[in-house]
């Protein structure tokens, strides 16, 4: 995210004024009216990111698999909290510095981030497979289903750094108000993670590895985007 375009919408405030700016309740209605069909489709998108996978192995693969996915979800969940508070903290930063029009504060406050980030991405990587065998094996599972948790969750694992990385870049869109930039990234990663389940499930025959192979790969697509922009 280039420090221009923060310039930018510190500049357009400037210049056109407080008034526009003023926090009263018709702003608050027009910003709530003019978020929220995006953010709709963007809860809709995640859901279906969130639920494809149970969709998709239950009914190609079996039941075993729907119960595998099952039971990694509480788990990706856990290692991506730090993916949230990294995520909150940088955001935090950014929103205070934009409020405050320290525009000079925000390009050594970048470079901070992506340092953080990086950092992050790295721990995330380093710990998430311990971290995962621990709560796996607290499930006390048959070595079968053991089995299949794991060939789901591998792939979920590997995309968790970018997940990071992805999740910081959402929330510094979210501070510039691109919602409907965040609608896209949220519908193509959810799109992607379908076709590539149906594909490495149904087609490729990879069983339940391919669903989570398939949300690794539409995590990185959509890090990919989110980095680019």
């Given at each position: 995210?280039?420090?221009?375009?923060?310039?930018?919408?510190?500049?357009?405030?400037?210049?056109?004024?407080?008034e526009q700016f003023r926090r009263?309740?018709?702003?608050?209605?027009?910003?709530?009216?003019?978020?929220?069909?995006?953010?709709?489709?963007?809860?809709?998108?995640?859901?279906?990111?969130?639920?494809?996978?149970?969709?998709?192995?239950?009914n190609l693969v079996g039941s075993?698999?729907?119960?595998?996915?099952?039971?990694?979800?509480?788990?990706?969940?856990?290692?991506?909290?730090?993916?949230?508070?990294?995520?909150?903290?940088?955001?935090?930063?950014?929103?205070?510095?934009?409020?405050?029009?320290?525009?000079?504060?925000?390009?050594?406050?970048?470079?901070?981030?992506?340092?953080?980030?990086?950092?992050?991405?790295?721990?995330?990587?380093?710990?998430?497979?311990?971290?995962?065998?621990?709560?796996?094996?607290?499930?006390?599972?048959?070595?079968?289903?053991?089995?299949?948790?794991?060939?789901?969750?591998?792939?979920i694992l590997i995309s968790m750094?970018?997940?990071?990385?992805?999740?910081?870049?959402?929330?510094?869109?979210?501070?510039?108000?691109?919602?409907?930039?965040?609608?896209?990234?949220?519908?193509?990663?959810?799109?992607?993670?379908?076709?590539?389940?149906?594909?490495?499930?149904?087609?490729?025959?990879?069983?339940?590895?391919?669903?989570?192979?398939?949300?690794?790969?539409?995590?990185?697509?959509?890090?990919?985007?989110?980095?680019?922009?």
């Amino acid at each position: 995210m280039s420090i221009g375009k923060y310039k930018k919408i510190n500049e357009a405030a400037a210049s056109e004024g407080l008034e526009q700016f003023r926090r009263d309740d018709s702003l608050i209605h027009h910003k709530l009216l003019s978020y929220l069909p995006f953010m709709i489709a963007t809860n809709l998108a995640t859901l279906l990111l969130s639920t494809v996978d149970g969709v998709v192995v239950g009914n190609l693969v079996g039941s075993d698999a729907l119960s595998a996915v099952s039971i990694f979800s509480p788990i990706s969940l856990v290692i991506s909290i730090v993916s949230t508070c990294v995520s909150t903290g940088i955001s935090t930063a950014f929103s205070t510095s934009m409020g405050d029009n320290r525009i000079e504060d925000l390009a050594p406050l970048k470079k901070a981030a992506r340092t953080i980030m990086i950092i992050s991405a790295l721990l995330v990587a380093v710990i998430e497979f311990p971290v995962a065998a621990i709560l796996i094996r607290s499930y006390h599972l048959t070595p079968e289903m053991q089995t299949m948790v794991w060939q789901y969750g591998i792939g979920i694992l590997i995309s968790m750094p970018f997940g990071l990385v992805s999740t910081v870049c959402v929330y510094e869109l979210m501070i510039l108000g691109k919602s409907k930039v965040l609608t896209v990234l949220a519908l193509t990663e959810g799109c992607v993670n379908l076709v590539l389940d149906l594909l490495f499930v149904g087609v490729f025959r990879m069983g339940i590895a391919g669903a989570g192979y398939g949300t690794a790969v539409a995590n990185i697509v959509r890090c990919t985007i989110s980095v680019i922009y």
